[in-house]
């Protein structure tokens, strides 16, 4: 047959093995191949048909992990959903997976038994994995075996199914061994070298010698600001904003020919990153990946994500350290197509009268575009579900007072387009809001500014604070925002108050 073909870069002939399966299928493991195809020898290919006579078999490797946790059963299920999986990973227990499947009745209810007594609040992981449904933490004491197709370079791994419990092994010894770290490292790359253009320059920034790159390239058309001026502008405020960069992971929105350019978002720092950036790895359960964030502790750092045109900066509500406890509770006034803001200022007043009452101090700022943002210390004592709820609560309250301008529904297409939106939902794991003295893609390069209580008030406008004059109210009043990293409410005395 491979004579009557003549290969070229369409036509590729698959050569065959016929009968010895068993001992191809072996060759294949031993090679670490994901499987082999078998058909039968007179069968013909007919396109978009699947058969029994072409088969495809997966090879799956099998190792042994420990349990961590277990997630809530969903429809018929019971017991649990899923198995929680970490192993030990340079003396820490790392987060690998999680496993639903290969259960019958009898299997889950004896590993559900066995794990009640080892049950704990917190989770074992340095930064808890987000699941799918709400998890239950346990003591590492269980060691499941369990087959796979692949281990991911994150330690994670795909399609696995549970295959029994190994009470003949100690968890300490549930390790990834030195082969999977120098099979499954990730190696940074060194920063592609080009011909600097007549715009680029090296810039020193605090210890780091970083090549800004066309910064004479145009970002704002209609106030003729420049890339070279987005950086100069954040390294004057850096002192002021750093401090809520610090620890939380960014979620990059660039902008690499300006606000009126095309822009996206991206959360993953490249494989070109500089090893002096400090990264992240949170593992996302929508993209059951782990996603590699960069954290902006300096000057340096912050200079790189404006150089690749990051002109505002987004950030999580918690630390990476805590990743899910919010260090504050964010109520964003968001007004629709047919709202002035007037009504976001009325809005806003609402909101001070109702804080007023539960005995809160909040601390509101400008959202740089069209709304305001009040946010509320919360110091990492609540989990994102229990801060979301009590935004919840509070912007019920609101509405009750303004039920004629105010709205708590979510839909755009059913939301009055003459109501501002009370939107509570920011308050969940993941979710990103531009940082307080952050740029905005916006005409006239406006910054999100905190405020004053008085100055919430007829005559102020979003454009008021700027590019230009950020830095001479900054030295004037200092960072207003502050007390918002500081100690926070007592919830359960605001609740008891507010009843």
Request: charged content about 30%; some cysteine; overall charge neutral.
């Amino acid at each position: 047959m491979k004579d009557a073909l003549i290969e070229n870069e369409v036509i590729k002939f698959s050569d065959h093995i016929l009968e010895n399966g068993k001992e191809f299928f072996q060759a294949a493991k031993d090679l670490g191949l994901e499987g082999i195809v078998a058909k039968k020898t007179e069968s013909l290919y007919r396109e978009n048909i699947r058969s029994s006579e072409w088969l495809k078999i997966k090879i799956h490797k099998s190792d042994e992990a420990i349990i961590c946790g277990f997630t809530e059963p969903k429809g018929a299920r019971k017991k649990f959903g899923a198995l929680i999986l970490g192993k030990y990973l340079d003396g820490e227990i790392v987060f690998c997976g999680h496993t639903g499947g290969g259960f019958n009745n009898q299997s889950l209810s004896e590993i559900y038994d066995k794990m009640q007594p080892l049950i704990i609040s917190k989770s074992v992981f340095k930064i808890t994995p987000k699941t799918n449904t709400k998890a239950t933490w346990i003591e590492p004491e269980l060691v499941a075996e369990i087959k796979f197709t692949e281990l991911t370079k994150d330690h994670i791994y795909r399609h696995p199914i549970f295959l029994r419990l190994r009470d003949d092994m100690e968890p300490k010894d549930v390790k990834f061994n030195s082969e999977d770290q120098l099979k499954n490292e990730i190696m940074k790359k060194s920063e592609p070298k080009r011909r600097a253009g007549k715009d680029d320059l090296i810039k020193k920034i605090g210890k780091q010698e970083l090549k800004v790159t066309n910064q004479n390239k145009i970002y704002f058309p209609d106030d003729d600001v420049t890339k070279g001026d987005v950086i100069d502008f954040y390294q004057s405020i850096s002192k002021y904003i750093l401090p809520h960069l610090k620890n939380r992971p960014q979620s990059m929105n660039r902008y690499p020919n300006g606000i009126n350019g095309m822009s996206f978002f991206q959360k993953d720092a490249s494989e070109e990153t500089p090893e002096w950036i400090e990264t992240q790895k949170v593992f996302s359960e929508s993209s059951d990946k782990y996603i590699n964030y960069i954290i902006c502790n300096d000057k340096e750092t912050l200079a790189y994500l404006n150089n690749l045109g990051c002109i505002e900066l987004n950030i999580w509500t918690s630390k990476i350290q805590k990743a899910d406890n919010p260090d504050y509770l964010v109520l964003d006034l968001d007004p629709s197509e047919k709202n002035t803001f007037e009504d976001v200022i009325e809005t806003a007043q609402a909101v001070k009268e109702v804080l007023d009452l539960a005995g809160i101090e909040g601390y509101p700022k400008t959202s740089g575009s069209s709304g305001i943002h009040i946010y509320i210390p919360m110091n990492a004592k609540y989990s994102y579900e229990q801060v979301k709820d009590f935004g919840h609560l509070l912007m019920r309250m609101v509405n009750k007072k303004l039920p004629d301008l105010t709205t708590l529904e979510r839909s755009l297409q059913k939301r009055d387009k003459h109501k501002i939106y009370l939107d509570y939902l920011q308050n969940r794991r993941g979710q990103t809001l531009a940082s307080v003295y952050s740029l905005r893609p916006k005409n006239g390069a406006p910054v999100s500014m905190p405020l004053e209580w008085t100055e919430i008030k007829i005559g102020l406008k979003p454009t008021d604070f700027n590019i230009y004059n950020t830095l001479e109210r900054l030295k004037e009043k200092g960072d207003l925002f502050k007390p918002v990293l500081g100690k926070g409410i007592d919830m359960l005395k605001v609740i008891n108050r507010l009843s």
